[in-house]
């Protein structure tokens, strides 16, 4: 049974993520904290094992929070109920203890989804695993008078306060400073105005009402679907705007013109930044394979260095790079991002709020100044999925030997990368049959015709 993805358990409420499921994972998940309650490991100090839960705005939410407390409970566990809250509010109420956060972040209405957390991080692999070992073993409920109990927590409060006295830390006093907001419909509206507020900047919210059927927007914070804000920022008197996706772990920015920042360049500044702020002798920045170049070169120039890890794995990469003795001080993939130093967690109104104090002291312009911005390009070229393997295998060999002068990295597909800072990415989709082709160059175009050449003659030549 496979139940995770890249980015916990998805789908349709009626469909997959049901109150069946919900309940089965709520007594995996409950079960999992009794047993590491009784080897010491995130057990909660007040009540041995507990799981806090929480939920997104959506229609379906109460309903499969339901379910969850009541797997939980029966698994012998003890809830803690936070409410409608964002995902990183349930995150970090979630350290010390186990967590479920009931979302499907930018997915459409008729979507639900389950995250899991231990300790303030997204279960890794091993646990998820567990997850979908107990719940296709369909383990019942623990005998009559084990069953937990429940009670609410507020959470909201101190996490963002946390925020806020995580962000001062960080750049110049943000009073005055004007900054527009669109919270799709979503969890963001719970936090991101708020610390902005606390932290002294004059906030407009677009969208900022709750509301599981997303009547503002689509909740995936895209461009097209920034449309309004991008507007009112460019007929406004803003420094900047921000978009969030459903739950508020993603983040898009927009300068005082109405264009949407290229993601990487938000993490090469927020890198960068972290990286010069950092005291420790090997400053490390977490990404994935495919992160832009721009974001290697702002980190070098600070002092630090660059490591790697699949997409949807940065925990386990910020693992990897401190068990390699390194020092990580922030963590992204595209529009996600992890602040080592206030928690484990992908939190956008932590980067919102961090960016707004940046912007107070350099201005937006400031900060992407150094930042080279080549031209990037993403396409995909169809392959069955059975042949994924053997064509990302001949790519290993066909495309180092195009490009004999490039530096080869095979560890999350295949990255070649060029001296005068040029690279492509050759990947399997995990979702869809296809091979994605990433790129980043002067000349991007010609430079992603070629590389498609070749992923194409691969993917003939193992369908011959």
Request: net charge negative; charged share 25%; glycine share 12%.
């Amino acid at each position: 049974m496979e139940l995770f993805g890249t980015a916990g358990i998805r789908g349709s409420a009626r469909e997959r993520v049901t109150p069946e499921l919900a309940l089965a994972v709520g007594r995996a998940v409950g079960a999992d904290a009794v047993e590491s309650a009784g080897t010491g490991a995130a057990g909660d100090s007040d009540a041995g094992a507990a799981v806090v839960v929480g939920r997104d705005g959506r229609t379906t939410g109460p309903a499969l929070a339901a379910a969850v407390e009541a797997g939980v409970e029966s698994a012998g566990a003890d809830v803690r109920r936070v409410g409608v809250v964002p995902t990183p509010a349930l995150a970090f109420a979630s350290q010390g203890r186990f967590g479920v956060m009931l979302t499907a972040s930018h997915n459409p209405p008729t979507d639900n989804g389950i995250k899991v957390f231990v300790d303030g991080e997204e279960y890794d692999r091993e646990r998820e695993r567990g997850v979908e070992r107990r719940v296709e073993a369909g383990d019942g409920p623990v005998r009559w008078d084990a069953w937990g109990a429940a009670e609410s927590l507020d959470v909201l409060s101190p996490y963002r306060a946390s925020v806020v006295d995580y962000a001062e830390s960080h750049g110049a006093d943000a009073t005055g400073l004007d900054v527009a907001v669109d919270l799709g419909n979503g969890m963001g509206a719970l936090g991101t105005p708020q610390v902005l507020r606390e932290l002294g900047a004059r906030v407009v919210t677009l969208n900022g009402q709750v509301d599981g059927h997303f009547p503002g927007r689509e909740s995936k914070p895209t461009p097209e679907t920034l449309a309004d804000l991008r507007a009112f920022v460019a007929d406004g008197a803003f420094e900047f705007g921000i978009g969030h996706d459903g739950d508020a772990d993603r983040i898009v920015v927009v300068d005082a013109d109405g264009d949407v920042v290229h993601e990487d360049t938000v993490v090469a500044i927020l890198a960068s930044h972290f990286v010069r702020a950092s005291e420790t002798d090997d400053p490390v920045v977490v990404t994935t394979p495919n992160a832009s170049g721009r974001i290697d070169e702002r980190v070098r120039d600070a002092g630090g260095r660059v490591e790697r890890v699949r997409l949807g794995a940065l925990h386990e990469g910020i693992a990897s790079a401190r068990a390699g003795g390194g020092d990580v001080v922030f963590a992204a993939e595209p529009w996600k991002h992890v602040h080592p130093a206030h928690g484990g967690w992908i939190d956008g109104i932590a980067s919102a709020a961090v960016l707004t104090r940046l912007v107070a002291s350099e201005g937006l312009d400031g900060l992407r100044a150094p930042v080279t911005e080549r031209p990037y390009r993403k396409v995909s070229v169809e392959c069955p999925d059975d042949r994924k393997g053997e064509a990302m295998e001949r790519l290993a060999r066909t495309l180092p030997e195009a490009y004999p002068d490039a530096g080869v990295d095979t560890e999350y597909g295949v990255r070649l990368e060029f001296e005068d800072g040029s690279w492509t990415l050759v990947r399997p989709s995990g979702t869809e049959p296809y091979v994605r082709v990433y790129a980043e160059s002067d000349d991007v175009d010609a430079f992603v015709a070629e590389v498609t050449d070749v992923v194409e003659a691969a993917v003939a030549a193992v369908q011959d």
